[in-house]
């Protein structure tokens, strides 16, 4: 290993399994100095509410917050796409003086007299927490004349991390909870929570359930549109796929509501068949959707395994280094590679908690590397530890992955490709054969001594 020091503050957020008894630390404010690779309250709120397709989205603060986070999702639109488009307020010196709100009340009215959007989130950043610009008074006096939703985002950065961002957008969807008829909405339904179409991945995922005889009510956020979001207290059933970011919604509508919620990941064989059969099990007054789920799982399988045996051939004893978001992620992921015959030796996520990280360690081998809210010099240090052929993870770890002489995949916001379902499985497999069994790695420096 190379004499790379891990600084000590966060040698508590760092487990080698095996070696030391578990004591994770997690849920806590990033290291100053350690350059983390985790996103703000800020960034948090807009990842999951940016699908969105027929809201306006506008950004109270400096400009700078908007282009980070400008088409963050890449999320596909089934139609409309107004959140394609990124509104601010660009506040500059002199609003940071003199206050920002009569900035965003211009703004807010100009733009929803020129898009006519269903509704309009408002998110507020750092700078307005400093100065204390009242967002929520702005936006009831623009709902009032307007007469459409429009919710205050109090997703101020520094008000702790990424999956603050989450609770903040979640209290904002919930408002428009509720707001809507669900007298046409089938006994046998369901909302898809925490899947964002990056790919297309919701459109597959909604023709399974479809196929099976659920109604899916909304989606949230994937190609969403606000009047499903205001039905969608009608469902019989939410069904939550990651773990952190639409949880809070689904708990406030079981509180609210009394919809139940199960955990699901559509990624993987597995994960992706037990999603369906989950469902078909919560409505089994209806034995003909367990049927269905059944010929589903058959048919999608039957057609993807024979190439995904072929691919196994050439991935089998190659070494994998995971580092997403949400750990429910990563769970799929270890399995997903484990059936392509690859060997997980760097695991972590950017907003864990005590319970997933127990799970991952479960889940691991031991000498396998868990950590949390990690940061590049700590993945590279461990990337070249563990000789890592594979490095999965987002656009931030991409130049990591190439920097180290690795195969690299996609797997966050900014990929092109559904990844989810039995589909996406197969395409997963194809995507990590291309990239290990590149021949361009055998001129890596580190490989040619």
């Not at 890449?74 to 488009?85: I, K, T, Y």
């Not at 269903?118 to 004349?145: H, Q």
């Not at 994960?271 to 799982?297: S, T």
Request: proline letters at 4%.
């Amino acid at each position: 290993m190379p004499s790379i020091p891990i600084l000590d503050a966060r040698q508590s957020q760092i487990h080698r399994k095996g070696s030391d008894p578990f004591e994770m630390t997690c849920g806590k404010h990033s290291l100053a100095g350690s350059v983390s690779q985790r996103a703000c309250v800020f960034c948090g709120s807009r990842v999951v509410l940016y699908p969105i397709a027929d809201a306006l989205h506008l950004i109270h603060g400096p400009i700078g917050c908007a282009a980070y986070t400008w088409d963050i999702r890449g999320a596909l639109s089934s139609g409309p796409e107004l959140h394609r488009m990124s509104f601010s307020t660009d506040l500059r010196e002199r609003d940071v003086i003199f206050g920002g709100e009569k900035k965003l009340d211009a703004a807010l009215g100009e733009l929803i007299d020129a898009y006519q959007p269903k509704a309009a989130f408002v998110y507020s950043t750092c700078i307005v927490g400093i100065i204390g610009d009242d967002v929520a008074a702005v936006c009831r006096k623009l709902e009032k004349e307007k007469g459409i939703p429009v919710l205050p985002v109090h997703s101020e950065g520094f008000k702790g991390t990424k999956k603050d961002g989450y609770k903040a957008a979640c209290d904002a969807l919930f408002k428009l909870v509720g707001t809507g008829s669900a007298a046409d909405v089938s006994p046998v339904s369901i909302n898809i929570l925490g899947e964002f179409n990056i790919g297309g991945e919701a459109w597959l995922i909604k023709k399974y359930y479809e196929r099976m005889g659920v109604e899916v009510v909304s989606i949230m956020t994937g190609d969403g549109r606000v009047d499903q979001v205001r039905r969608s207290h009608g469902a019989s059933l939410n069904v939550v796929q990651c773990s952190g970011a639409l949880t809070f919604l689904a708990e406030m509508m079981k509180e609210t509501y009394g919809i139940p919620f199960i955990r699901a990941s559509y990624f993987g064989i597995d994960d992706m068949a037990k999603a369906l059969y989950d469902v078909a099990d919560h409505f089994g007054a209806y034995p003909e959707i367990k049927a269905h789920a059944r010929d589903i799982v058959r048919s999608e399988v039957e057609t993807i395994i024979p190439e995904i045996n072929r691919i196994k051939a050439d991935l089998s004893g190659k070494r994998a280094a995971i580092y997403v978001g949400g750990a429910f992620k990563a769970f799929s992921l270890i399995k997903a590679l484990r059936y392509l015959g690859m060997k997980v030796v760097l695991v972590g996520s950017q907003t864990g908690n005590k319970s997933d990280y127990t799970t991952l360690r479960e889940m691991c081998d031991d000498g396998t590397i868990i950590l949390d809210d990690a940061n590049p010099l700590e993945l590279s240090t461990y990337i070249i530890e563990k000789q890592a052929d594979l490095f999965i993870g987002g656009v931030k770890e991409r130049p990591i992955a190439f920097k180290m002489g690795i195969g690299f995949c996609d797997h966050n916001h900014e990929r092109k490709i559904p990844l989810a379902g039995f589909a996406g499985m197969l395409q997963f497999a194809r995507e990590v054969h291309t990239s290990v069994t590149s021949p361009v790695w055998q001129f890596v420096p580190t490989r040619l001594l």
